[in-house]
């Protein structure tokens, strides 16, 4: 991704100046757009922090922050018990992102069968591995999602408009983005593309985040509250629905951020293409039924309750929107019905969710 013309992952090793000891730093994305902000991580202990208060968010990003929690981890205790407790700590920072557990899993395997002395560096580089091989994904990707978008014949001859909900772009990502890469592709390639971006309450991940890293790209976008998606669709003004997903079943459910299925309820309805793009560590084989298995994240209700943004004055504030005395509730993930989903981007190719099976054989 470009920032001010500088090429940025959204996470990355680094030595401390100080100890001269391997850290790791993230971009705080509990401040963006408002503010670019570097934050420096320095152990397991404000790893887990950081996916817990959302300073990295996004499926992948998230299992590659875990991937760097465990890193640090071994850089004290390489011990197998030290080792085991600190993947189960970072297990529960966040539970529907099934990348998470896929990472943790992925680096315990290869970490445990190498002698203690060995399992920092391995650690190290192992999670560096997970990061590129994010990238080469989403790159897929972009490119199997551009392909599709081709052959899709758009409302309009001046412009191919599609929607989308929640963040799933670079920022989501160690780069490049699941969702939006597709979109960056296109744009890339001369298509004319607009992105319609829902805002995503409660976080506000469309407003906040994918409309500024669209901007930083200079891709055309709007950003809609969430209610006006199904009403733009009867209006003809969307050719494409294209999301991310923090998990998706072997059978093609998809589980996103809260609201997703309402969109994917007013595409079915307007007969209108519903993608989800997502990475092989996104899909969980061993989930059959996905409303029932899948453990939807709930958060604090204060989330719904306040919302944050910049004062007039220039500094982040939080304001309340809801009556003190009503109680809240924030599920922050539902599952769209594989029946309503048209196909599965990943970087093995697209597929219906009835040939989902053909992109583990891929
Ligand atoms: O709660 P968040 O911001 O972590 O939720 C993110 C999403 O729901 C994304 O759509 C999903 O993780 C896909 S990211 C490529």
């Given at each position: 991704?470009?920032?001010?013309?500088?090429?940025?992952?959204?996470?990355?090793?680094?030595?401390?100046?100080?100890?001269?000891?391997?850290?790791?730093?993230?971009?705080?994305?509990?401040?963006?757009?408002?503010?670019?902000?570097?934050?420096?991580?320095?152990?397991?202990?404000?790893?887990?922090?950081?996916?817990?208060?959302?300073?990295?968010?996004?499926?992948?990003?998230?299992?590659?922050?875990?991937?760097?929690?465990?890193?640090?981890?071994?850089?004290?205790?390489?011990?197998?018990?030290?080792?085991q407790a600190a993947a189960q700590r970072l297990r529960l920072s966040r539970p529907t992102a099934v990348n998470l557990d896929w990472a943790l899993k992925r680096m315990l395997s290869m970490l445990l069968l190498v002698p203690q002395a060995d399992r920092a560096s391995l650690a190290w580089s192992e999670a560096q591995a997970i990061c590129d091989e994010d990238v080469l994904q989403n790159q897929a990707i972009g490119q199997h999602g551009l392909a599709l978008m081709q052959q899709c014949q758009p409302k309009s001859a001046q412009v191919f408009n599609v929607l989308t909900h929640c963040n799933a772009g670079w920022l989501a990502t160690v780069d490049v983005g699941t969702a939006l890469a597709p979109i960056y592709a296109a744009h890339d390639a001369g298509m004319a593309v607009h992105v319609w971006v829902d805002e995503t309450r409660p976080r506000n991940q469309g407003a906040s985040l994918t409309a500024w890293e669209l901007a930083q790209h200079g891709v055309p976008h709007t950003v809609i509250s969430d209610n006006a998606g199904g009403h733009l669709m009867q209006q003809g003004l969307v050719d494409m629905v294209l999301v991310g997903a923090d998990r998706v079943s072997g059978q093609g459910d998809v589980c996103n951020k809260i609201g997703t299925y309402l969109k994917a309820l007013a595409a079915f309805d307007n007969g209108l293409?519903?993608?989800?793009?997502?990475?092989?560590?996104?899909?969980d084989w061993s989930v059959s039924d996905a409303l029932s298995e899948i453990e939807i994240e709930q958060r604090h209700g204060d989330e719904v309750a306040f919302i944050q943004g910049l004062?007039?004055?220039?500094?982040?504030?939080?304001?309340?929107?809801?009556?003190?005395?009503?109680?809240?509730?924030?599920?922050?993930?539902?599952?769209?019905?594989?029946?309503?989903?048209?196909?599965?981007?990943t970087e093995r190719g697209v597929f219906s969710p009835a040939r989902l099976l053909d992109a583990k054989r891929a």
């Open positions: 991704m470009i920032v001010n013309k500088q090429h940025y992952r959204t996470i990355w090793p680094m030595l401390s100046a100080g100890s001269g000891r391997a850290q790791v730093a993230i971009l705080d994305q509990t401040q963006l757009p408002h503010e670019f902000a570097i934050v420096h991580i320095a152990n397991l202990a404000q790893m887990e922090v950081a996916i817990k208060t959302m300073q990295v968010r996004g499926a992948p990003l998230i299992g590659a922050a875990a991937a760097y929690g465990l890193a640090l981890a071994a850089q004290e205790d390489a011990s197998e018990e030290a080792l293409p519903f993608y989800a793009a997502v990475p092989s560590p996104t899909i004062a007039t004055n220039g500094s982040l504030q939080s304001v309340r929107l809801v009556p003190s005395g009503s109680s809240t509730a924030n599920p922050a993930f539902d599952v769209t019905p594989a029946r309503l989903v048209t196909g599965i981007i």
